[in-house]
């Protein structure tokens, strides 16, 4: 079966610090696969997908940037992190008919 | 433009007690609809979607959703709500494509479960 690996789960980092959180999935192949964020008290955005190694969408314009450097890992970065990066961050992929999530990483930028 | 409204932020029942969470939908094309949820400090997990068909479908956990296409909603319901329902709980919208995990979510309804 299918399975979503997100890490780290929680992360404390300084403001103008850089990112990176790693996605990888499991009994799959060539997934889409996509990063999320939930910002306090509000829903999830999309902030980036990709379909395929090297191939990535932004869908808002952000401090982050996002790297496919195998068929089943996705990278979210920063080169250096706002206050407004905080949030809770949040990998999946997508099946035919439907995405799967992972466990999320919580953000905090103090 | 796209968009999913939930306009219940925070609903709070009691236990044994029906619920009804609401989502209106605006889409340009016949969407793909869902129902998740998420439990504190957690990831999302499906309740249930619709695709096309019977316009009231089935979920886990005893949760189930009828859509409206007349009224552009995607209501969910649970006969008899559990403590262990407490949880925040988003609608989403998707479109028919290879795309399946775009999705346009709704800012969640917070569900708080009284003994």
């Known amino acids: 079966s299918q399975t979503i690996h997100q890490w780290p789960a929680t992360l404390v980092q300084p403001v103008g610090s850089p990112l990176s959180l790693e996605c990888t999935v499991e009994?799959?192949?060539?997934?889409?696969l996509y990063w999320y964020r939930q910002a306090a008290g509000r829903g999830l955005q999309l902030l980036f997908y990709?379909?395929?190694?090297?191939?990535i969408s932004s869908e808002v314009p952000q401090n982050l940037s996002a790297s496919r450097p195998q068929d089943r890992q996705f990278i979210l970065s920063s080169k250096k992190l706002l206050l407004s990066d905080s949030g809770f961050y949040l990998c999946a992929w997508s099946g035919q008919t439907e995405a799967f999530f992972g466990q999320g990483t919580r953000l905090t930028v103090v | 433009a796209q968009s999913v409204t939930q306009p219940d932020i925070h609903i709070t029942v009691s236990e044994g007690a029906s619920l009804e969470l609401r989502c209106n939908y605006s889409?340009?094309?016949?969407?793909?609809l869902f129902w998740y949820v998420q439990s504190p400090g957690q990831g999302l997990q499906l309740l249930l979607k619709y695709f096309s068909g019977d316009t009231l479908v089935q979920g886990i956990k005893g949760f189930e959703a009828e859509f409206k296409r007349s009224q552009s909603s995607f209501n969910l319901r649970k006969p008899s709500v559990h403590w262990s329902d407490a949880a925040e709980y988003f609608c989403a919208v998707g479109g028919r494509s290879s795309n399946t995990g775009k999705l346009i979510f709704g800012q969640g309804t917070t569900l708080q479960v009284k003994p």
């Open positions: 889409y340009g094309a016949t969407p793909y």
């Open positions: 990709s379909v395929g190694i090297g191939q």
């Open positions: 009994g799959t192949s060539n997934p889409n």
